[in-house]
Structures are given as structure tokens and as C-alpha cells.
């Protein structure tokens, strides 16, 4: 199998997954950007891969490690910039949805997690075993178990029984 071949038949299977993840680590035009950068990593990485885990978790790894990269770049860059974000801009952290979709609050719970929380709770909406979520984290099953609870606990304390909302899993 060729080089575009086999990066054919990882972007194939994962681009979805690459996508939520950029998703969960980037806002707006941000997001094609993080997910561009993605693609060019895993493409740039892809005669590094040695077969150790399946292709698609080593891609995801890489995505991953590109968004954790990329965010701390625009958290930087957001830092830096001289204006001032107005009132209207701040986000709401009342720790109620007042009335607001349920994408954009759990949008604005992705951006209070840590990269690893963020992380593990993007492959969990993808559906994803604690195995292959270890296996992409470097976490062992039993921390990525933990970890979920309490990622899941502090959302369901900040926004279930404020809404009428369940919980997410």
C-alpha cells in the first residue's frame, strides 16, 4: 500500500473524529484551522507510525497532540491581543443554560476542562471503549474511568437540575 494510500484509508475512517475533536479544542474559524493542521501533522507523521496501535488511534494521538499544541498557541495569542473582549463577549458562568441550545452550553463546559479532560470527554461523545480512550491518552482504563466520572459529575452539579436537562451519560 502507497503512502496516500494508507493516509487515504486513515483520513477516511477518522476525519469525523479529527473533526469533533477540533471541535471541542477551538471556536469558530479556528476550528477548520485546528482541523487543517491535523491533517497536515498526521500526513507530515505518517512514515513515523511503526504499527504498535491501530492506525486510526495513532492518528488520533496525533490529532490530539496537535489540538493541545494549537490551543495553547491561541490561548497565547488571545493574550496578547491589545482589545479588550466587551461584557457581551464574556461568557455566561452563572451555572445555568438560561434558555441556551444544548451545543453551545456544552460548548462552554469543553472550554472550563483541562486539554486531557477536554480530550477524554470528545472521545467519549465519539463513542469510543476506555480502552481505545487509554490507548489514545496514555491514561490506563481505570484513570480514564475516574476521570469521565468526574468530568460527567461537574457537569451534571453545574448544569442538571437547573434545567431540564439529564445527564450526559
Known sequence: MTRDERFRTVYDSSARQWRSLARGFARGPDQEDLFQDMVLQIWRTLDSFKGAARPETWAYRVALNTAISFRRRTLLRDRH????????????????????DEMAVLAEFLETLPDVDRALL????????????ADITGLSDNHVGVRLHQIKKRFTERYVGRTQWTSIG
Open 122 to 133: 470528545a472521545l467519549y461523545l465519539e463513542d469510543l471503549s476506555y480502552r481505545e480512550m
Open 81 to 100: 491581543r491589545a482589545d479588550v473582549a466587551s461584557p457581551d463577549d464574556t461568557p455566561d458562568t452563572t451555572g445555568s443554560a438560561g434558555g441556551r
